[in-house]
């Protein structure tokens, strides 16, 4: 392995949050050193001291450089006040702590210059705070928020949580705006400690709440993409008009005979992947993946292929499709619909009867689609309802069925994470109102289909890092808390071992021994939170929840332009021409992957955000018809000002807030993830279930506030052992008024006389 290789492995770890000085032998013990590599961990070690990325502590133990004067990064503001600025480069102190006033008008997103301050020392180590002194690069101009009007002043309350105050707008007359639309301001004077924000109405989307407008709200808010340019439409047409299945059936294998299905949701309008399986004499099976052929109809440096690379993804909001390609080509010649003649490159992987592999080939393919299945018909099929569907794919679903079990207990035997975490689809009227919800569907069909498009995205990589190509992968690097042993803390405190060098093997060991208990919530997302984001780069890092060494993303070419670029390479490769230089000449390098990498990362997480964000909003907007209403609640967090509580059937997250709990002292430990009552005993950890009202909603920010339903007292498992059984406990219970008025809520004392219920504060909240 490479020592560059080595000093990223180094710096991953040092970064890691909770790491610990340590030396030389430690360091090399902990993170699993070979004797065979001492020499290539000792040279990467040797150029990180030398380039000062680390440095020597006391006791000779390594760690990051302390923080400069001056630090570079990126800033993200707290409504009240303060902020925290994470820096470009990596250092020991990690994020800067910016005290309200100190801000220098920066808000979340900007790229900021910080001036480093000691406060002092705790605990034998140096604090720092910052005060920002330029900044840089502002990171947004344009806002969404609802216009207001008070005292003859109209202002607009920006929505999300990147900017905390009011913007003054002046004639919003002039574009026929009222009060409560949902408008786009554009910023004309950021706002500092002494000056107001002011902006201009650049656009009004509507009244808050109707149908559409939200939906809008955060396309506008995200800046996602909007209609596609004529020219891209143009060249989109005239490929899809060209294409003749009957000319370039001679340039291809001809499956249009072989039975192939799709399986996809029931609103599913682009099918980019189908699935035919046949078997072989010695009892192996051949499994044929079979992905739309988007290269042949977007060419590499045109308006479609430019125009797609910069969107880089389809962005899946609910409700609607911002798709990466024009609906000529995504829902049309691209689509693999039924009994449509369709360019595939199909991956074809041969397997024994224990699902391990056997060989692969690829080629260039045109089938034709023998039947669209929902999930859930392929799920009623496999449990015994055929109804009207045919034999033959009736037995191909089934024959599906054995592969994908014993291809996934192979992977599991190798190192496979898999996760149980609940998850919710929203239920619309005609309306496009969102009424109820609804679990999503995780019947076998699902695993059928994923481990299916993992098996071909591995399949893919694997023939080309064979030929040292270059390329796009996807890449999931191993959980920096799992290596700090922070996640092993705070599993013991919710009662599981983990060892202090535990592998891949210990985590599934403890995913299997918790799944289906009642603690297996707070376990799987404790693992969760533990993981990296997966993003595209063409470093060789391995993809680690799914225990795989070479991966990228091969499948979904409609809908993620990596997958496009996957498609291209696998032509050059098709045709010979890696064999030859001029071939090799069109490979990007590995420069111009990284930037593209980069690029797809950031915007698969802008879209993934946005999702995210409308979903939460239109849950928000639903439960507020709930006020007063009594949920399960588990506990997923804590922080200064209380506990976060998630609504198991709504997976909506609020806040518990201290003075809604016992009147009592309340130390947090965010290492373990609990609060203590300092008076009673009490222990509120994550994965505690309460019993809690909806207090209040506020849909500008994105929060809903929570009390308890019931006493504490009630929760014996919270209890201390000398405060069990206790006759008389102090607690704060909540009351709300129904009707108009029920925006707002106020609570009650149930028992004990009405005091302050003091809340102590051992430190800064966390971002």
Same mark, same amino acid.
């Given at each position: ?10 710096l991953?770890f040092v970064?890691a949050r ?7 032998? #430690?360091?090399?013990?902990a993170?699993?050193i070979g004797?065979?590599e001492?020499g290539d ?6 150029? =990180? ?5 680390i440095?020597l502590?006391s006791e ?13 990064g ?9 902020g925290f600025v994470i ?5 020991s102190?990690?994020d ?8 220098g008008?920066?808000?979340?997103g900007d790229?900021v210059i910080?001036r480093t301050?000691?406060?002092g ?17 502002r990171?947004q ?15 607009v ?19 026929r705006?009222?009060?409560?639309d949902?408008v786009?301001?554009?910023?004309? *004077?950021?706002?500092t ?7 201009v ?8 709440g109707?149908?559409?407008v ?7 808010q995200?800046q996602?993409?909007?209609?596609f340019?004529e020219?891209v ?19 291809r ?5 072989l ?14 992947? /189908? ?26 440096g ?9 969107r ?25 619909q039924?009994? *449509?003649?369709r ?15 056997k060989k ?6 045109i ?8 999930y859930?018909?392929?799920? /009623? ?11 033959k ?9 054995r592969l994908?079990?014993a291809?996934r207990a ?19 009227d ?5 009424v109820?919800?609804e679990?999503a569907?995780?019947s076998f069909?699902?695993?059928?289909? #994923?481990?299916?498009m ?10 080309l890092?064979s ?8 890449v999931h ?11 092993r ?25 918790v799944r289906?208990?009642?603690g297996?919530?707070?376990?799987h997302?404790?693992v ?6 997966a ?23 409609i809908?993620?332009?990596?997958? =496009? ?8 490769y098709?045709t ?7 071939g090799v ?12 990498g ?12 946005a ?9 928000l907007?639903?439960l507020?018809?709930?006020l ?6 588990i506990?997923t ?20 807030r201290?003075?809604h ?15 203590v009552g300092?008076?009673?005993g ?24 929570l ?21 008389k ?9 129904r009707?108009k008025?029920?925006?707002?809520a ?22």
């Amino acid at each position: 392995m490479p020592s560059d290789t080595y000093a990223e492995r180094i710096l991953r770890f040092v970064q890691a949050r909770g790491y610990k000085p340590q030396k030389l032998h #430690e360091l090399a013990q902990a993170m699993g050193i070979g004797e065979d590599e001492q020499g290539d961990f000792h040279a990467a070690c040797k150029a =990180l001291m030398k380039t000062g990325r680390i440095v020597l502590g006391s006791e000779n133990a390594l760690m990051l450089p302390g923080p400069p004067g001056k630090i570079v990064g990126t800033f993200r503001g707290n409504r009240r006040g303060f902020g925290f600025v994470i820096p470009d480069t990596p250092n020991s102190h990690g994020d800067l702590y910016v005290p309200s006033g100190r801000t220098g008008g920066a808000i979340t997103g900007d790229t900021v210059i910080a001036r480093t301050l000691k406060r002092g020392k705790r605990g034998g180590k140096m604090l720092y705070e910052g005060r920002i002194t330029s900044i840089v690069k502002r990171g947004q101009s344009r806002f969404v928020g609802e216009l207001c009007r008070e005292f003859n002043r109209w202002f607009v309350v920006p929505d999300g949580h990147t900017l905390h105050v009011p913007i003054l707008v002046g004639d919003p007359g002039a574009k026929r705006s009222r009060p409560g639309d949902m408008v786009v301001v554009e910023i004309t *004077q950021y706002p500092t400690e002494r000056t107001e924000a002011r902006g201009v109405i650049a656009k009004v989307l509507g009244r808050r709440g109707r149908p559409g407008v939200e939906i809008l709200s955060i396309i506008e808010q995200y800046q996602l993409p909007g209609e596609f340019d004529e020219a891209v439409l143009e060249e989109a047409r005239t490929a899809a008009m060209a294409y003749n299945p009957r000319t370039e059936v001679k340039n291809r294998e001809d499956l249009r005979k072989l039975t192939v299905i799709t399986i996809d949701p029931a609103d599913a309008r682009d099918f980019d992947d /189908a699935i035919s399986l046949t078997g072989n004499r010695d009892g192996s099976m051949e499994l044929g993946v079979h992905i739309a052929d988007v290269a042949y109809f977007v060419r590499q440096g045109g308006a479609a292929d430019n125009e797609a690379r910069e969107r880089s993804n389809s962005v899946y909001l609910p409700g609607t499709v911002i798709p990466m390609l024009p609906e000529v080509l995504s829902n049309g010649v691209c689509s693999l619909q039924e009994r *449509q003649p369709r360019l595939a490159k199909s991956v074809f992987i041969t397997y024994n009867r224990q699902g391990r592999v056997k060989k692969t080939r690829v080629a260039n393919s045109i089938i034709r689609s023998t039947k669209r299945l929902t999930y859930e018909q392929a799920t /009623a099929v496999l449990d015994g309802k055929p109804g009207r569907t045919s034999a033959k794919v009736v037995a191909l679903l089934k024959d599906m069925e054995r592969l994908a079990k014993a291809i996934r207990a192979r992977r599991l035997r190798e190192g496979m994470l898999e996760l149980d975490l609940p998850e919710i689809e929203l239920v619309r009227d005609e309306d496009g109102n969102v009424v109820d919800i609804e679990p999503a569907d995780t019947s076998f069909s699902h695993k059928i289909i #994923e481990m299916f498009m993992v098996e071909a995205n591995e399949a893919v990589t694997r023939l080309l890092a064979s030929r040292n190509v270059p390329h796009l992968r996807r890449v999931h690097d191993e959980p920096r808390h799992l290596a700090a042993g922070s996640l092993r803390r705070f599993l013991a405190i919710l009662g599981h071992e983990l060892p202090a060098n535990a592998d891949r093997f210990a985590v599934q060991a403890l995913l299997d021994k918790v799944r289906g208990k009642s603690g297996a919530f707070a376990v799987h997302l404790a693992v969760l939170r533990s993981m990296q984001q997966a993003e595209y780069a063409p470093t060789l890092v391995g993809h680690y929840a799914l225990a795989s060494e070479h991966y990228c993303h091969f499948t979904s070419p409609i809908r993620r332009y990596p997958d =496009l670029t996957i498609h291209r390479l696998i032509d050059l490769y098709l045709t010979g021409a890696f064999k030859r230089p001029s071939g090799v000449q069109r490979v990007p390098g590995e420069k111009e992957l990284a930037e593209l990498g980069s690029l797809c990362s950031a915007n698969e997480q802008r879209a993934e955000a946005a999702e995210r964000e409308l979903k939460l909003v239109l849950l928000l907007r639903l439960l507020e018809k709930h006020l007063g209403d009594e949920f399960d609640g588990i506990v997923t967090g804590v922080a200064n000002v209380g506990v976060f509580v998630q609504l198991e059937r709504y997976l909506v997250e609020g806040l518990l807030r201290f003075e809604h709990l016992l009147d009592d002292w309340w130390e947090v430990d965010p290492t373990h993830g609990c609060v203590v009552g300092q008076r009673s005993g009490y222990t509120i950890t994550v994965g505690d279930r309460l019993k809690v009202v909806i207090a209040r909603i506020h849909i500008p920010t994105r929060q809903m506030e929570l009390a308890l339903a019931e006493p504490l007292a009630g929760t014996e498992a919270s209890m201390p052992r000398t405060a069990r059984g206790a006759s008389k406990v102090t607690t704060r219970r909540t009351k709300h008024i129904r009707g108009k008025t029920a925006a707002r809520a106020r609570a009650r004392r149930t028992k004990g006389k009405r005091h302050t219920a003091p809340v102590r504060r051992r430190q800064r909240p966390h971002r």
